[in-house]
């Protein structure tokens, strides 16, 4: 469990520090990252991650707590950002805005399998809104 909690330290740390380079590494073959809004392949999924930095956003992951069990961690964090590109829908703001999201984790073999991304669309709505 250690293992995979320090390779969700690490993941954040990528993104955080924008080494797209390193992403792949932590990623098995045939990795997706996916919410209810959207799905992202492997190959896709850096891609994906940059679109959130696109046009100045300065993005990044506050990790706050994580817990986990066997090949499974559930990493609780916010995510910080201006809204300088349409994201989910929802026309450029300029506002900075912190939401809480969760991600559900499935490792395999020493590898990200699974990337499952919990937040409320709603209270994304409202942040911008306010």
Not at 42 to 49: A, G, P
Request: glycine share 6%.
């Amino acid at each position: 469990m250690t293992d995979n909690k320090n390779l969700v330290e690490r993941f954040f740390k990528v993104f955080n520090k924008r080494d797209w380079d390193a992403l792949p590494e932590l990623l098995t073959s045939d990795c997706v990252h996916g919410s209810d809004f959207s799905s992202f392949q492997r190959e896709d999924i850096v891609s994906h991650y940059k679109s959130f930095i696109a046009n100045g956003a300065d993005s990044k992951w506050h990790l706050d707590r994580m817990t986990g069990e066997g090949d499974v961690v559930v990493v609780e964090f916010r995510w910080s950002s201006n809204h300088v590109i349409e994201m989910l829908g929802i026309p450029p703001t300029g506002k900075k805005f912190e939401l809480p999201v969760v991600f559900v984790i499935d490792f395999e073999d020493g590898k990200i399998k699974r990337i499952r991304s919990l937040y409320s669309y709603e209270l994304y709505q409202q942040i911008l809104s306010q």
